[in-house]
């Protein structure tokens, strides 16, 4: 559901592409390796990324919207790309909590799309997503953010395969006494699921599971699941068994030992309130937005 008008390739880094935009006013979609950045009058409007839980993901499982309500929004409004407004309008859904939380996964697409801060692929001008304009936010102010976060699970440990790689536990050391979220976190790591999925699991934004999934890997708790390299051989291969828990192409072999996998997965759990960690980071940018 999108105005598409001609494509505008480029090779820029995708920071000084959305900054270029910035500066034109540009509306359109900016495409990355890693997602798509949604622009309005130059201002950041939505955020996709396959690796992060989309904002009904994150309003359904939360118990904060019905799926029903997510979907008849959808139904009713994404062709004209007003799906935000028709959960407002509706009654699904108070208009401040549409924007925390759209506010969140939008920060939390923006992180993964510039990590690495790899080009841009292309540019759509026109184009509009289907879940229209919830919160207008500075192209400066995403890039300082996701720098923000960026800096901050480096600091806590300097292994970017825990944001991308399946996960599995670290037999040995002691996992007692943790605080109650770590905990959470901790127990649905199975040597299956990546950071997006458990932050899908718990209902949780991403950038808060990948907080506690560092603090984990820096306590020896967990570590990224090495994908498998088959070694030379002049024999030939017998047919591969399936396996159970493939490791993405994308996600980058860890310097360390593949770690042992937990036999149990983790439970699921029962759906949460919305973390409170970055709410209040959440808010102040909701208040310094307004005040622009």
Wanted: proline share 11%; charged share 20%.
């Amino acid at each position: 559901m999108t105005i598409s008008t001609p494509t505008s390739r480029t090779d820029e880094p995708a920071s000084a592409r959305l900054g270029t935009l910035a500066a034109q006013g540009a509306t359109g979609a900016l495409s990355t390796e890693t997602g798509i950045v949604y622009l309005s009058a130059g201002h950041v409007v939505h955020v996709e990324s396959a690796v992060t839980p989309d904002l009904g993901d994150l309003l359904t499982h939360s118990g904060a919207l019905a799926p029903d309500g997510w979907w008849e929004a959808i139904d009713q409004a994404g062709r004209r790309c007003r799906v935000g407004r028709q959960l407002v309008d509706s009654g699904h859904l108070a208009a401040g909590a549409l924007e925390l939380c759209h506010l969140g996964a939008l920060f939390d697409a923006a992180y993964f799309v510039l990590a690495h801060d790899g080009p841009a692929l292309r540019f759509r001008p026109g184009a509009a997503h289907w879940l229209g304009a919830v919160r207008a936010v500075p192209v400066d102010t995403v890039l300082r953010e996701s720098r923000r976060r960026r800096e901050l699970l480096h600091r806590i440990w300097p292994e970017p395969a825990v944001d991308r790689a399946p996960l599995a536990r670290v037999p040995g050391p002691d996992a007692t006494d943790l605080p109650a979220r770590r905990g959470r976190t901790l127990a649905q790591v199975d040597g299956v699921r990546t950071a997006a999925q458990i932050a899908t699991a718990l209902a949780c934004r991403t950038f808060h599971t990948l907080v506690e999934l560092r603090r984990l890997a820096a306590a020896g708790l967990v570590a990224p699941v090495a994908p498998l390299i088959a070694g030379p051989s002049s024999a030939p291969s017998p047919a591969p068994a399936p396996a159970s828990a493939p490791a993405p192409a994308s996600a980058p072999a860890p310097a360390s030992a593949p770690a042992t996998v937990s036999a149990e997965p983790g439970p699921t759990p029962r759906p949460l309130a919305p973390d409170e960690p970055d709410t209040a980071l959440l808010r102040r940018l909701l208040h310094a937005l307004e005040a622009l």
